[in-house]
């Protein structure tokens, strides 16, 4: 065996050795034994190609592995797997990654690029959809040659295996770890996998190394891989053997400059797997923008899934009621929703002249608030699963105002709150689509926070119409909330982005201007303005500053209450 393939084997078994920590810590000690055969068997046969050559293996790394070897086998023995994974991680990590330096130093050239893109090649010639894309990677590199290293281009890693990196007007990027890219996209498959899911689109190629992992949690699967700049293709092919994808059935990579296929495939609700370092990538801003969204959004999902979960299942045991049976009140009514940006402590004390035909809808981050003021408030609206929105309600338990209550809110709300609860039961959460099936009831959909899901709420049981109060989606005189709720602290907005925006002088006069506004911010206006499109009732921005939002009438509050 020579250097070459020493260092080949050396990569293989620090990734198995990261994979057998990973799973001993997490108490799979089965599945750990057997990493540990795979670890030991690998080991001897490197060690025994590798002490022949001394400058690999000085004395002192010999007895270093000597002795980290037979630590592990102790601690085997005894069956002591948390001190197991620690030698692992501790020291024979530390000798192997010592020993890929070393050998690093010593190899000219690692990888002969000409015949891996060869055999690559000839992969997909046979079995894949990619032989047009082949040529056109040719010419493309052809009229670039001289800046497509300046611009993207790959680097060997700590363990040997390669990376992808770019660099853009802020600097230098990597598309995989500096580390191990393996591990790295072992776990990143461990995160996306969903046992009950068959279909997964991912968006950002990269040099593969995720899309092989996903597949290795499941060969069951299929994949479309959508990639829309031709020269991260080109580097994917000439970076390392793709067999284990071209050669695959169950994936498909498609080269998607225009997006087009990529939009097609999300109508059949696949797994969207956001590979995020392809992000930055995109050049076309709207693009990169919208896929943002789309990653923020999922990845609140996952990282509160448990608490989802949990919230749903308390939320259903202690809401009586469902939101559906309130659409006699809310029939033929008009509405004010509303929310706790700082433009709100413009016109909140109007609310007290309110007609009786006008219901006001308060989400949970104004409440007290509201209470404080002595405005009649008719709901309130809660939809996050955090627990820290029990600081809305710490005064305010007792109160006999109902609530309505998304399923999978704060359990803390439903099981403390006094007043009679209604779930709503959401589109796009499974547990929640379910429950509404079986029980006959409406889903509503969310558009990612509470003022949103008010929204849908509204115009779902029948509203005659419906106005925003509050709802800045904008940092307002540097603040994130109106004063007396949560979130008040002033913030520094100077390197936030600006959308354009308006302050509402009088109900004749209106100020253009550019307001300090949030990705997330952009979200929920996206949504509302997708979601009014839709509405066959007028739906008025009576919070008189803040962003522009498309289809909302701008109004005073007072001209609502009074006119509309």
Not at 81 to 90: P, R
Not at 296 to 322: A, K, T, Y
Not at 419 to 427: N, P, V
Request: hydrophobic share 35%.
């Amino acid at each position: 065996m020579d250097k070459g393939q020493l260092y080949q084997l050396n990569q293989r078994l620090q990734y198995r050795c990261r994979c057998v920590v990973d799973v001993l810590r997490c108490q799979n000690y089965y599945t750990g034994m057997q990493y540990l055969k795979n670890i030991r068997t690998d080991l001897e046969q490197f060690v025994s190609c590798a002490i022949q050559d001394p400058d690999i293996l000085g004395e002192n790394m010999q007895l270093s592995l000597v002795q980290t070897l037979q630590a592990v086998m102790q601690a085997q023995e005894n069956e002591d797997y948390v001190l197991l994974a620690d030698i692992i991680e501790m020291q024979l990590l530390i000798d192997l990654d010592m020993i890929q330096n070393n050998l690093r130093d010593q190899l000219a050239v690692f990888d002969d690029e000409s015949e891996i893109w060869a055999k690559n090649i000839a992969w997909i010639n046979k079995n894949t959809n990619l032989a047009d894309t082949a040529v056109r990677i040719r010419e493309v590199c052809k009229r670039q040659s001289d800046a497509l290293g300046r611009e993207i281009w790959t680097e060997q890693t700590n363990t040997g295996a390669k990376t992808l990196a770019a660099k853009d007007a802020r600097g230098v990027y990597y598309f995989h770890s500096n580390v191990d890219p393996y591990y790295e996209a072992r776990r990143f498959a461990d995160w996306y996998y969903t046992p009950e899911k068959r279909e997964y689109v991912v968006y950002g190629m990269g040099l593969g190394y995720h899309v092989e992992a996903l597949l290795d949690m499941d060969e069951s699967i299929t994949i479309r891989v959508f990639e829309q700049d031709i020269k991260v293709i080109y580097y994917f092919l000439r970076s390392r053997l793709q067999n284990k994808i071209l050669t695959n059935s169950h994936i498909e990579i498609m080269y998607d400059p225009e997006w087009k296929e990529f939009a097609k495939n999300l109508e059949t609700n696949p797994v969207v797997v956001v590979h995020y370092p392809s992000l930055r990538h995109i050049g076309q801003k709207n693009i990169r923008e919208r896929m943002e969204y789309m990653f923020i959004r999922d990845s609140g999902i996952r990282n509160q899934h448990n608490l989802m979960v949990s919230n749903f299942r308390e939320n259903e045991l202690h809401c009586l009621h469902n939101v559906d049976e309130l659409q006699e009140q809310f029939r033929g009514k008009r509405a004010v929703i509303v929310a706790a940006g700082p433009s709100l402590d413009r016109n909140i004390d109007q609310l007290k002249q309110k007609p009786s035909d006008v219901l006001i809808i308060s989400v949970g981050t104004v409440f007290h608030k509201l209470m404080q003021c002595g405005i009649g408030v008719d709901y309130v609206i809660v939809s996050d699963a955090q627990p820290t929105i029990r600081d809305q309600f710490c005064r305010d338990f007792d109160r006999k105002i109902p609530l309505l209550v998304l399923s999978t809110a704060s359990k803390c709300v439903a099981t403390e709150y006094a007043g009679e609860k209604y779930i709503i039961y959401q589109k796009d959460y499974p547990l929640s689509e379910d429950a509404a099936r079986v029980k006959r009831c409406n889903i509503y959909e969310t558009g990612g926070s509470v003022s949103t899901t008010a929204l849908d709420v509204c115009l779902r049981l029948g509203c005659k119409s419906v106005a925003y109060i509050g709802l800045d989606l904008a940092y307002t005189e540097s603040r994130r909330h109106a004063a007396g709720t949560t979130g008040v602290e002033r913030i520094d907005t100077t390197d936030m982005k600006l959308v354009d925006g308006y302050e509402l002088v009088d109900a004749d006069n209106m100020k253009h201007m550019q307001v300090a506004s949030s990705h997330l911010f952009d979200m929920y206006r996206q949504w509302i303005e997708k979601r009014v499109s839709k509405a066959s009732v007028p739906v008025f921005d009576a919070t008189e500053g803040g962003s522009i939002i498309k289809g909302l009438e701008i109004v005073t509050l007072k001209d609502y209450l009074q006119n509309n």
